[in-house]
């Protein structure tokens, strides 16, 4: 029997293989939950032991083909590291370049998608809503997100100069969470494993207000006070939670796809290769 290797030890081991195998599966969760469009949209993760490269997409894949090999490592010039054959999307550089610059240790991870219910909460008029945010403080899964979004109301069409990219980078300097008006969303992690958790219950939240929003009826809020106190509670045991709801997707995916043989548990090479004392 090998040793016990905690969830909270295994969200603080991160190599560059485990960042791939995470990034993999989310892109494929990503498409099996109808979050992504054709072969456009991107999620990235910053390279262990490196504060200028980060793992990507290349450009031509559907999201159900991304596997842990096919993703690629680009610098802050747009140099393709371990595939020079491959091609990485211009706005794909451009948004996940600034972003992780902007603040490496918050944006490890950076998840952008024009995720159907958070999108559509960027294309209304926000000033007809309470307080002028986009996302109501309305449900529980809301309250994730209080106090954490950043809203950007300038929309200059696709983003392909380093300028557009430092621009959004600084608007979501401070925040895990952008809301790009016109556009889609932009969520940020320190893992994947949390930057996908929020991604996830960020398209819950939004999916439930518009879905409120269509009966018309006034949306009532969570008071300030309660929401405060909820937040703290979610993000108090982020990480272990996080991790717990990612493996559960990675697991769902093997069951489905048995040939997915890197979406098994992982164990780390330390443990794999010390032998319980019983069989020396």
């Known amino acids: 029997k090998l040793p016990t290797f905690s969830i909270l030890d295994r969200a603080m081991t991160q190599t560059e293989a485990s960042v791939r195998n995470d990034l993999a599966a989310v892109y494929r969760i990503c498409h099996k939950l109808g979050l992504n469009e054709g072969v456009c949209n991107h999620l990235s993760a910053a390279v262990p032991g490196y504060s200028d490269r980060f793992l990507v997409i290349p450009y031509g894949l559907l999201w159900s083909e991304v596997t842990p090999e096919n993703l690629v490592v680009i610098d802050s010039t747009g140099m393709v590291i371990n595939n020079t054959s491959a091609e990485v999307e211009i706005t794909a550089f451009q948004i996940h370049r600034a972003i992780h610059e902007a603040n ?19 294309c209304v008029q926000n000033d007809s809503l309470p307080n002028g945010e986009r996302l109501q403080m309305c449900c529980q899964n809301a309250l994730r997100f209080w106090n954490a979004i950043s809203y950007d109301e300038i929309f200059k069409g696709l983003v392909l100069d380093p300028e557009e990219g430092n621009r959004l980078a600084e608007t979501f300097r ?92 992982w164990v780390p090479m330390a443990h794999a290769d010390v032998l319980p004392l019983s069989r020396l």
């Open 104 to 122: 490496p240790q918050k944006n490890r991870a950076v998840l952008h998608t024009h995720m159907p219910y958070a999108t559509a909460l960027c």
């Open 174 to 265: 401070e925040k895990s969470v952008g809301l790009q008006r016109h556009h889609g969303v932009v969520v940020c992690g320190s893992t994947v494993a949390e930057a996908f958790d929020d991604l996830y219950f960020l398209e819950q939240a939004a999916r439930i207000q518009v879905l409120a929003m269509q009966t018309n009826l006034p949306l009532v809020l969570v008071d300030e006070e309660v929401c405060k106190l909820t937040k703290e509670v979610f993000d108090k045991d982020k990480p272990k939670y996080a991790r717990t709801h990612l493996d559960a997707w990675k697991r769902q995916l093997l069951r489905e796809d048995p040939t997915l043989r890197w979406l098994e548990p």
